[in-house]
């Protein structure tokens, strides 16, 4: 199975911040990278697809890159609704798919 | 709207059986793979089983194995996961999501469900 490791697992940021974390496969995974938020008590929600193409409806300051084994997701300026908990997920062509363990970003 | 909505969580015993669904609205469901995605308490998204369109792949998580079935029913836009032998690891939210998929590029999860909460507790 292919392994998803994200970090870092959380980041105290303020708002107007550059926000980064990565995500790195245990094996190349191509373009096949996905980006989720979850707020609390809520169900995630679709940001980035195929690494870095952006979900209708998103924000422009949300961005996604990499490809193979690292992939870097990226808040260009961190605003209050954005602290919340991220996910990469793999989908890449295996039987099995998996998450990264997330990233919590709270406030500083 | 496109949305996906579960039900049947709930608490039972260890070593008992649930029967979880969803039901798909909004789009074409029967030309899209479905998955499950469960979190435990205060943790992270685990991915559980995915089901082929027509129902004839399935794949499921190691931990799960022998133990759950996904299923679906087309004429019905409904989505089941047969939840067999529970144990306390299974507690969480369990969530259904559409898996839209471009070929030989990538697949992802939209929309998702609110989620059922399945607590496995004596």
């Known amino acids: 199975d292919i392994q998803m490791t994200q970090s870092p697992s959380s980041l105290s940021a303020s708002v107007g911040d550059r926000v980064t974390i990565t995500c790195r496969a245990s094996?190349?995974?191509?373009?096949?990278l996905n980006w989720y938020q979850q707020k609390p008590g809520k169900a995630p929600k679709l940001l980035i697809y195929?690494?870095?193409s952006l979900q209708t409806g998103v924000p422009s300051r949300f961005s996604g890159s990499g490809s193979g084994t690292d992939f870097t997701f990226t808040i260009s300026s961190l605003k209050p609704e954005d602290f919340a908990t991220y996910y990469c997920?793999?989908?890449?062509?295996?039987?099995?798919?998996?998450f990264g363990q997330g990233t919590k970003v709270e406030i500083k | 709207d496109v949305q996906v909505v579960e039900s049947g969580g709930g608490l039972v015993q260890p070593g008992g059986s649930l029967r979880l669904s969803c039901v798909a609205s909004g789009f074409m469901y029967s030309t899209h793979w479905m998955t499950w995605v469960r979190q435990a308490p205060g943790k992270g998204l685990e991915w559980v089983a995915r089901?082929?369109?027509?129902?004839?792949?399935?794949y499921y998580v190691d931990s799960v194995k022998g133990r759950f079935i996904i299923s679906r029913d087309n004429a019905k836009n409904s989505l089941y996961l047969q939840m067999n032998s529970l144990r306390a690891e299974d507690t969480g939210i369990y969530y259904c999501a559409r898996v839209i998929t471009m070929i030989g590029i990538c697949s992802w999860l939209d929309p998702w469900g609110q989620g059922t909460l399945v607590t496995v507790s004596s």
């Open positions: 089901i082929k369109h027509d129902g004839s792949e399935k």
């Open positions: 997920q793999h989908s890449y062509t295996t039987p099995t798919w998996t």
């Open positions: 094996q190349s995974i191509s373009g096949y």
């Open positions: 195929a690494a870095s």
